[in-house]
């Protein structure tokens, strides 16, 4: 398990890649996003994204399980207060491969709950040719090691 402590500025932690599905992106667009260029590759090739597109929230939740694998499920984490901003850089589309890191930017202890750190990071996802895709800035809540335990 991860604690605060563990969390110092710089330290990384590397996203597996996705691979980005036709289906996927036109189920999530048809629930949550449903523009023509989310929807088909007709629709996404007559916009000015070239073809069939993940809209930025399945973008954004793409990075958000890839973060979850990364380190969230291994971390005493309470969740977040919040995002601080999110980029979506370039357009992710059908069969793109997604993958990318986030790193720890600074952590400091509540001073309201002081059992608790926050811990700002910045992830950045790119695409199977480097090209940067999204960069998000938030912030994680994790808990501090309980007293008595050892790294």
């Known amino acids: 398990m991860l604690y605060f402590e563990d969390f110092p500025a710089g330290r990384r932690f590397k996203f597996n890649p996705v691979a980005v599905k036709a289906e996927e992106v036109s189920a999530f667009a048809a629930e949550f996003d449903p523009q023509p260029m989310h929807l088909s590759d007709e ?14 929230w399945h973008t954004s939740a793409m990075m958000m399980r890839m973060l979850c694998d ?3 499920f291994e971390t005493a984490s309470e969740g977040s207060p919040g995002v601080d901003s999110m980029e ?6 059908a069969g793109d491969i997604l993958s990318g890191a986030c790193a720890v930017v600074e952590a400091r202890v509540s ?20 090209e940067t895709v999204a960069i998000c800035d938030y912030a994680n809540m994790i808990r501090r ?7």
């Open 70 to 72: 990364s380190y969230i």
């Open 145 to 151: 090691r309980p007293t008595g335990d050892s790294a």
């Open 43 to 56: 629709g996404g090739k007559a916009s000015i994204l070239g073809g069939h597109a993940a809209s930025g």
């Open 111 to 130: 001073r309201s709950r002081p059992e608790i750190g926050i811990v700002k990071l910045r992830a950045v996802v790119s695409n199977q040719r480097g």
């Open 88 to 93: 979506w850089k370039k357009a992710v589309l």
